[in-house]
């Protein structure tokens, strides 16, 4: 006999994601989800599917007051999202449970693609893809490097060398430079446009509670047990050229957000790309992964992975 309940209780959320959870991918975790939990301290709204009083699936929501609307608990930030089911063929009920209005993004549609019921398909839609590059085949940067068309592997070179004619300094994990990054970043996003996918985009509070949210993923990582955040700064002639925040889980590195200063150091972009790609092959990792939208250059360093979103008004 199939039923379901609501949980709102943030603690006994934590025990059903945990139960759920299959830990495969970083936003599969309670405390890199945790981070936004914090900073935006909306409503949870975990839809629990049950078998015979046994629970069976799980849709882990939260509900945003200023939109009036559900989305994946931790914000349209998260990526990697699917329906949990411990029998897939449930995917009907735990659709049909989901509230109105509701808007669940960066879905991997591979894995429900052939149990969508039929008259739910149209609420799935491609969403903006993410950009991945698996390190399987790939010796070293060089290696990489030389793969790509000529014209990008020419352009690369050039802002590579424009960037090490100038000495720059490397310093690793200096996570005071935090700040530095959300400077440099708004100043090249924010102040240009509002966009809703720049990481800062906020527009119920600015960007408050996205600075907090990326500064908590600092604060609750656990190396030991599952992800471990990094931070990568340049400087050169004693100013910060750029700053990239990333996040090691499970053979993957996740290049999450970075700041750069393209106007007084063309190319720096291109350059941190490089340290990034070349520290995951030194840490023998398999994937680097770039995360969604594309931002008018991921295209040219990975390969599109497409990802779903599902709406319902």
Known sequence: MTSSYIETDIKKCELLWEEFS???????????????????QYQPYFIVLQE????????PLWYEKEK???????????????????NPADLPHLLALCPLPACLNGIIF?????????????????DDPKYILELDQVRSFEYYLAGLKKERRKAIKKDLFLIEKQNPEIILDNFNDFDALVALSKQRFINEKEDKND???DPALKDIRRV?????????QMPQQNYQVKMITVKINQKIAGVDLVAIFNNCYYALVGGYDTENFPGIGNYLNMLNI???????????????SDCGWKHRWYQEKPLYYFSKE
């Not at 591979?110 to 491609?126: H, R, S, V």
């Open 22 to 40: 299959p830990k495969q991918s970083l936003f599969d975790l309670w405390n890199f989800r945790w981070a936004f939990y914090v900073a935006y």
């Open 110 to 126: 591979e894995k429900i693609a052939d149990i969508i019921p039929e008259q739910e398909k149209d609420n799935f839609q491609p």
């Open 68 to 86: 009036n609307k559900y989305f994946w608990f931790g914000s349209w930030w998260q990526e990697d999202n699917y329906f949990w089911l411990k």
């Open 278 to 292: 070349k520290g995951a092959l030194d840490l023998g990792l398999k994937k680097v992964d770039a995360l969604q």
């Open 52 to 59: 015979n009083s046994q629970n069976s699936g799980l849709l």
């Open 212 to 220: 907090e949210a990326l500064r908590n993923i600092i604060k609750y």
């Open 199 to 201: 990481p800062w985009y």
